[in-house]
Structures are given as structure tokens and as C-alpha cells.
């Protein structure tokens, strides 16, 4: 039985440099353009009869689909970006106008897909919402990104009845650094100072650069003061050694204040405030220390 032809041109649509894909009213494939080919990796061939969820990477949930139906079958057309899975494996990013087609009767018959790749476009986005919430030199997690995750700490634990440490961290005599070895030789301290106190706290916990070299942490869940101080201990030992810079082994220590709720406070400025001044304190008796409020 010969396939009934798709509903639109096909000597357009081989010129056209969207990628196209028409379905019948039950989403099976009849038909791909060259540029849908070239996009996939999939032949024409080896699509026709089957359905666009060949393309599914995973990275969408059964809500997100809901979504997209719930439109289509209200005759509503529907534009997105997915995530997408070539016939390699590899994910691509396509943005997709779906558009319900009618016949004479008015009801739906088909399904017209047009997609391009928008990867490009997409790593644009996420980089410039990577430099909206986190540190260019350091790559951690900014003052804004960090008050966002210190807030919903307090929420949950306020809801499971769990403490969180509020720790700031300050770098002894980093001005002296700056003057003897120069600006440069400052930033790499700060990022050594950064990646040693990220690999001794646990996944769950924030590390973030607030200002200078001044640098926070959000620690959730700790069961105990003692358990609070260990952590605080493994930080310290981690960053109590030279950092080389060139021919120079410059030496490192720093001072680390911590409040904890909601034994200390409840509110984030309260904390805060109270793990700044234990900060001072661990400075003010020689820093190369932690001490609590």
C-alpha cells in the first residue's frame, strides 16, 4: 500500500534549513527533511513509522511532556528548547515549534515539527547565569548564590528540626602576601585557599567567596557541636600549608569563625554576624585557628 504523501511540499521542505518532522495525529513519523537527517543522525528511513521519542535523552520529566500534549491536543502550538539524543548519543539542544495541522473537517491529522540546534546559544546562557552567581577567579559560588542557599538551609532545617553551622573564613596577613608577592600571587593563594576548603567539606555544603578574601560557608545537618568542630578542624589543617607560586613557597594559614543554629540565632544577618565576630576572635589569638561565637 503506497504511503500517503506528507501534507506540505516536499521540494520545499528539502530546501528548508529548520529541521522538519511530520506525524500523524498519533505522533508516528511520516515524514523527515535532509536537515532533520543531518541534525539526528538518523536517516529517513529509519524514523518513518516510529515516534519522536527516539530522540528522548532522559533529561526531561513526564511533567515537561504533560505540558506539551496538553497544549498539542487543544490545537495550541508549542515552542521550547529540549534536550535531545542523536543517533551517536550525543545530546543537542534544539529549539522546537510544534504546530497542530487541521484537515477539511477541523480536527487534527498531523503534527509539524520545526527544530534548529541552539547549543550555541544555550552555552551562552548558562555561562553568563554561571558569572550571575558565582566567583570569576575562584569559581565558587558568589554572595548572591550563597544568601539564596544559607535562606533555604534555615527552611529546612526549621522543618526537620536540624542544626546548621554558619562558618566565615578569613586568610591571615593576605595583605602582607599581596605586598611582598604581588596581586597575581594573591589570586593563586585564594584559589589554592579555595579548592582545599571545597575537598574538606562534604557534598552537601556551600562553599562561596563573598568579598576579598573573604570566604563562607553553609554547613546543614550537623548532628553535634563536636561533629561541627571537626569539620571546622579539617578545614584549618587543610589550608595550613604554603601555596607555590613561581620559585616561591608562600606561606598560608587562616582564621575561622562559626555560629550555629539555632542555638546562636535563627536569622541569616543574626548568624552571620556572630560567625564574623568568632572569626575575629580566632584572629585576634593568633589566627591559624577556628572559634565558635
Known amino acids: 500500500m503506497r504511503k500517503k504523501p506528507a501534507p506540505f511540499s516536499d521540494w520545499l521542505a528539502r530546501q528548508w534549513p529548520d529541521a522538519l518532522l511530520v506525524t500523524d495525529a498519533k505522533g508516528v513519523i511520516e515524514y523527515v527533511n535532509p536537515a532533520f537527517e543531518r541534525l539526528t543522525g538518523y536517516r529517513s528511513a529509519e524514523v518513518l513509522g516510529r515516534t519522536p521519542a527516539l530522540l528522548k535523552s532522559g533529561r526531561h520529566d513526564s511533567a515537561f511532556y504533560r505540558r506539551l500534549w496538553s497544549h498539542l491536543r487543544r490545537g495550541k502550538p508549542y515552542r521550547g528548547i529540549f534536550t535531545n539524543r542523536r543517533k551517536d548519543g550525543a545530546l543537542f539542544h534544539e529549539e522546537e515549534l510544534i504546530r ?46 550563597y544568601t539564596d542557599r544559607l535562606a533555604l538551609a534555615l527552611r529546612q532545617a526549621e522543618r526537620r528540626a536540624e542544626r546548621v553551622v554558619v562558618v566565615m573564613l578569613d586568610l591571615d596577613d593576605f595583605k602582607r602576601i599581596n605586598t611582598r608577592f604581588g596581586h597575581l600571587a ?12 571545597v575537598g ?39 589550608n595550613d600549608a604554603a601555596v607555590r607560586y613561581g620559585r616561591n613557597k608562600i606561606p598560608v594559614s587562616i582564621s575561622i569563625g562559626a555560629s550555629i543554629y539555632p542555638r546562636d540565632g535563627r536569622g541569616e544577618v543574626v548568624l552571620r554576624k556572630r560567625a564574623d565576630a568568632a572569626m575575629y576572635a580566632a584572629k585576634a589569638a593568633g589566627g591559624n585557628r577556628w572559634c565558635f561565637t
Open 100 to 145: 497542530p495541522l487541521r484537515g477539511p473537517s477541523g480536527r487534527i491529522t498531523h503534527f509539524l515539527c520545526a527544530g534548529r540546534d541552539v547549543g550555541a546559544l544555550v552555552r551562552e546562557m548558562q555561562k553568563l547565569q554561571r558569572l550571575a552567581t558565582h566567583d570569576a577567579l575562584t569559581g565558587l559560588p558568589n554572595r548572591t548564590l
Open 186 to 197: 594573591g589570586d593563586a593563594v585564594l584559589k589554592a585557599v579555595a579548592r582545599r576548603t
Open 200 to 238: 574538606s567539606v562534604r557534598a552537601i555544603d556551600t562553599v562561596a567567596r563573598i568579598g576579598g578574601d573573604e570566604i563562607a560557608l553553609v554547613l546543614p545537618g550537623v548532628r553535634s557541636r563536636r561533629s561541627a568542630a571537626s569539620l571546622l578542624e579539617k578545614i584549618r589543617a587543610a
